[in-house]
């Protein structure tokens, strides 16, 4: 028999792929979906007992009794409660305006079950029936859950809604897994971004998630470096510095955000005899143009930021295409005066910022400060 050639290994390979990501999907939303009206008819049944808490006790105790005896595991008190809290949560949030990145079902435009869930021995799930008309949920207003429970199970703790749906929408945007989540979520990334937004800029926030339409939606302030290990208040090199960022790349462009791919390390360039290196080079798929970075141990000076202004121009007068956008320089320091970056830069400035880095995960006082110094 002969070898099948590259192509064609390669198309079913991805068709597989996709299969099982599909499967995946399917069984992820089918379960969130159960889990969701298993609350619903909980919390209705509770409102209806005379006494709700001594009443709430028993029916949870009742049901994860006869649930595992008829099912296994998976039905413990302590999980039938989550259900309940999952469906007291999102109920509230059903209720608001659903993310575009979230499609509202619409009944026409639903997917219908896997033909292997289409029928069963009795017949109850008819064939064509959606998601929607098996758990009964109102078909104007239901989110289309795209995470797996145990994201839903960290996103139900988050109190306030509009937080909530942003770190829902970027889990699902960028694929994070829970533990990336918990990390995002621990760095305080919604806080971060909020801090150079006005209100209806942190309410899109909620909305659409991170949006990068200029080069100033790429920047926070400050970046959170605790994966790398280092102290706050260790005796480190910039070498040592950025040989800690490459060494957990994967890491750091999480950090940076959407739509970033690594291009250089210690990129040289050379005129006039004279050569200078770029600590680190990026590019924005999504801007469309290169983010060049600067590492500072200690407090930034104008001699810095005159540096990276020298490297922006150079990329953008010898490097970037036609139709490429304008050069964007980042300079990470460990402490910065607001008056010399705001002196040193031009008023209309749109390529050059600087921002503080952190070794270690800050405590929410310590964020509190940051809210109260802008």
């Not at 099948?4 to 299969?19: T, Y």
């Not at 995946?24 to 209705?44: A, D």
């Not at 997917?111 to 959606?130: D, F, M, R, S």
């Not at 000076?301 to 490297?311: A, F, L, P």
Request: proline letters at 2%; a negative charge; hydrophobic letters at 35%.
């Amino acid at each position: 028999m002969k070898n099948l050639q590259n192509p064609i290994i390669n198309k079913i390979s991805q068709l597989l792929e996709l299969a099982r990501n599909r499967v995946v999907i399917t069984v992820n939303q089918t379960m969130v979906l159960t889990y969701f009206e298993i609350g619903r008819m909980i919390v209705e049944d509770e409102q209806n007992g005379e006494n709700r808490a001594e009443y709430g006790k028993k029916l949870l105790k009742d049901l994860s009794i006869h649930l595992t005896e008829k099912f296994g595991r998976g039905f413990s008190e302590t999980n039938l409660r989550q259900m309940r809290n999952f469906y007291e949560s999102y109920s509230q949030q059903i209720q608001q305006t659903v993310s575009s990145e979230f499609k509202i079902i619409d009944k026409k435009k639903q997917q219908t079950l896997p033909a292997e869930l289409q029928t069963t021995e009795n017949q109850i799930v008819e064939k064509g029936q959606t998601l929607s008309d098996i758990f009964n949920i109102s078909q104007k207003n239901v989110v289309n859950f795209t995470l797996s429970w145990s994201h839903y199970l960290k996103l139900m703790r988050i109190k306030d809604i509009n937080e909530r749906k942003f770190y829902e929408i970027e889990s699902f945007k960028n694929n994070w897994s829970l533990r990336e989540l918990q990390r995002q979520y621990d760095s305080a990334l919604y806080t971060r971004l909020s801090l150079s937004k006005n209100k209806e800029e942190i309410l899109q926030l909620s909305e659409k998630g991170q949006i990068l339409e200029k080069p100033k939606d790429l920047i926070k302030d400050p970046y959170v470096l605790e994966f790398l290990g280092l102290s706050e208040n260790a005796n480190y090199s910039e070498n040592d510095f950025e040989s800690e960022l490459i060494d957990k790349l994967e890491h750091f462009l999480l950090e940076l955000g959407t739509g970033f791919t690594f291009v250089a390390r210690q990129n040289r360039i050379t005129f006039d005899e004279k050569h200078f290196k770029i600590d680190l080079v990026f590019y924005n798929r999504i801007l469309k143009c290169f983010v060049l970075i600067d590492l500072k141990i200690g407090e930034l000076k104008h001699q810095d930021i005159g540096q990276m202004q020298m490297y922006v121009n150079y990329y953008d007068r010898e490097v970037r295409l036609e139709d490429e956008n304008r050069t964007i320089g980042i300079i990470l320091c460990q402490d910065k005066s607001e008056s010399l970056v705001k002196y040193t830069l031009p008023e209309d400035n749109e390529q050059i910022f600087a921002s503080k880095y952190l070794t270690i995960l800050p405590s929410k006082e310590d964020f509190i400060k940051i809210l109260e110094e802008k």
